[in-house]
């Protein structure tokens, strides 16, 4: 069996919310677990945080699994409706949608049913992806709340795009939109995300939406979620499966891109591009083994990774591989790839065993 396995730290989870809480006293907190919650896995993550206030995510596919899974809390559609039956199905799975657009009134006001579905309205104050601009939030709300299928308990959010640079002109503009746009209209307030949480604590409103901070996770350049007193809820583990000696002048792996610099012990650990380890990751990217540093050396392949075994003498096959997590930070690891630490924990692939760790 490949030893390829990602470990959820479930303490570490409950953890994070009790910090977000902690960061964020005044403010509900819900907890964002679109994408599998983040790569965690949905269901095993709404567990561990059945204390959020609400949970958020992409897609009504997710609603329903999270329903199934007997959770009761408010869930929320942050994309809202794009299909004609997805009302009736949010209706009964009370799922409340995010309504960014005139199309999704117009679909709420043909709908016949008079059950009353608690909606979100999104104001776009500078993201530009979705919501309405501020100007014309007055005129949204004032339609949603004319309809009898709408509760009247509408929750006014906006979205941050540059949040996690503290001191960015840009986010105190989008609270100031945000501010003019909602001025005189009834209903709770929602903006920040995990760096809005962490960096901008005006912003905190009457709910707040943590994504990554709930996965120990930061998004802030050169930090890491530790930074912010958050506990990874991720580890990526494999084993060695072959130790070879490979002589001076010799190269390692695909193309050739690494040449040995003297006879010298190369391992092999059994965990690739296949399992969502980024095949950008380049030499020189550590891993933990034995749980000390070595370095990654020639191409990422689909199954396998080499590592430089010259620091570690006492390496043998069987011994413990860590890709990221405890001990090895996956922002470190995705600013060796390029990319961020969500990218991978949302990428890690099926053929990977999950494992709950119900520890501390
Ligand atoms: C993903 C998302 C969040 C959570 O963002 P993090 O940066 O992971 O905390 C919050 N709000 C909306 C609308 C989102 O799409």
Not at 81 to 108: K, S, T
Request: net charge neutral; proline share 4%; aromatic share 6%.
């Amino acid at each position: 069996m490949r030893a390829t396995c990602a470990t959820i730290h479930l303490g570490a989870l409950r953890e994070n919310l009790r910090r977000v809480r902690e960061l964020a006293p005044g403010a509900r907190v819900m907890a964002v677990v679109k994408a599998d919650g983040y790569g965690h896995g949905l269901e095993r993550v709404a567990r561990a945080l059945e204390g959020a206030d609400a949970f958020g995510v992409a897609g009504i596919a997710d609603g329903q699994r999270l329903r199934a899974a007997g959770v009761s809390q408010r869930i929320v559609v942050l994309s809202g409706l794009d299909e004609p039956g997805d009302l009736a199905e949010m209706r009964r799975l009370r799922l409340d949608p995010v309504i960014h657009c005139d199309a999704q009134i117009d679909a709420l006001a043909a709908d016949l049913d008079p059950r009353p579905l608690r909606v979100w309205l999104k104001l776009d104050t500078g993201m530009h992806r979705l919501g309405f601009p501020p100007e014309r939030a007055r005129a949204a709300w004032a339609r949603l709340r004319a309809l009898p299928c709408v509760d009247r308990d509408i929750t006014l959010m906006t979205h941050f795009a540059n949040s996690d640079v503290f001191d960015d002109a840009q986010t105190t503009r989008q609270i100031e939109a945000f501010e003019r746009g909602v001025a005189g209209l009834d209903g709770e307030h929602s903006l920040s995300n995990s760096a809005g949480i962490l960096g901008w604590p005006e912003a905190q409103g009457q709910w707040v939406r943590a994504g990554g901070a709930l996965y120990g996770i930061s998004v802030v350049a050169g930090r890491i979620g530790a930074d912010f007193g958050f506990r990874p809820a991720m580890t990526l583990s494999t084993r060695l499966v072959a130790i070879n000696r490979i002589r001076k002048g010799e190269s390692v792996g695909y193309a050739a891109t690494w040449q040995c610099p003297e006879d010298m012990d190369v391992g092999v650990a059994a965990i690739g591009y296949g399992d969502g380890y980024p095949r950008q990751a380049g030499a020189g990217t550590p891993v933990l083994l034995n749980g000390r540093r070595a370095p990654l050396i020639g191409r990422v392949s689909m199954d396998l990774i080499t590592l430089d075994l010259r620091g570690h003498p006492e390496a043998k096959i069987g011994d413990s591989v860590v890709l990221w997590g405890r001990g090895l930070p996956v922002e470190e690891i995705a600013e060796h790839a390029g990319t961020i630490g969500y990218d991978l924990t949302c990428g890690v692939t099926r053929r990977v065993r999950f494992v709950e760790d119900d520890g501390a």
